[in-house]
C-alpha cells in the first residue's frame, strides 16, 4: 500500500511559477512511475505528467509541454512538478497518483492517488 500526498498550491498570477510536491510512503518507491494529473470545475481529469520508476523515462501532456518539468527523488521518495509561465487554464486540483505499469497516461492504469492540491492561477 503506498501513501501519497501533495502539497505547494496556492493561488499565483499568470506567467508566475510554482512547485508542486508528492511525498510518498508505504511501497518500494522506485518500482512506481507517478504521475500528475489535474482536474478542474467541470472538466474531466487530465493527465500532466508522469516519470518512470527510475526517473529516465518522462511524459507530457501537450498542454504543459514545454512548461512543466517533472523529477524524482527516489532516496526522499518525492516527485517534484515545476510548473512555470502559469496560464489561467492552469488552474486545477492537481493529483499524483502511483502506477506499477512503466510511464501510463490512462488514469485507469494508476493504483493509488493523493488526495490532491488546489491550483489557482489568475490575470
Known amino acids: 500500500q503506498v501513501q501519497l500526498v501533495e502539497s505547494g498550491g496556492r493561488s499565483v498570477q499568470a506567467g508566475g511559477s510554482l512547485r508542486l510536491s508528492c511525498a510518498a510512503s508505504g511501497g518500494t518507491f522506485s518500482s512506481y512511475a507517478v504521475g500528475w494529473f489535474r482536474q478542474a470545475p467541470g472538466k474531466e481529469r487530465e493527465f500532466v505528467a508522469v516519470?518512470?520508476?527510475?526517473?529516465?523515462?518522462?511524459f507530457y501532456g501537450d498542454s504543459v509541454k514545454g512548461r512543466f518539468t517533472i523529477s524524482r527523488d527516489n532516496a526522499e521518495s518525492t516527485v517534484a512538478l515545476q510548473m512555470n509561465s502559469l496560464k489561467p487554464e492552469d488552474t486545477a486540483v492537481y493529483y499524483c497518483a502511483a502506477s506499477r505499469r512503466i510511464i501510463p497516461t490512462q488514469a485507469v492504469a494508476y493504483d493509488y492517488w493523493g488526495q490532491g492540491t488546489q491550483v489557482i492561477v489568475s490575470l
Open positions: 516519470i518512470s520508476g527510475s526517473g529516465v523515462g518522462k
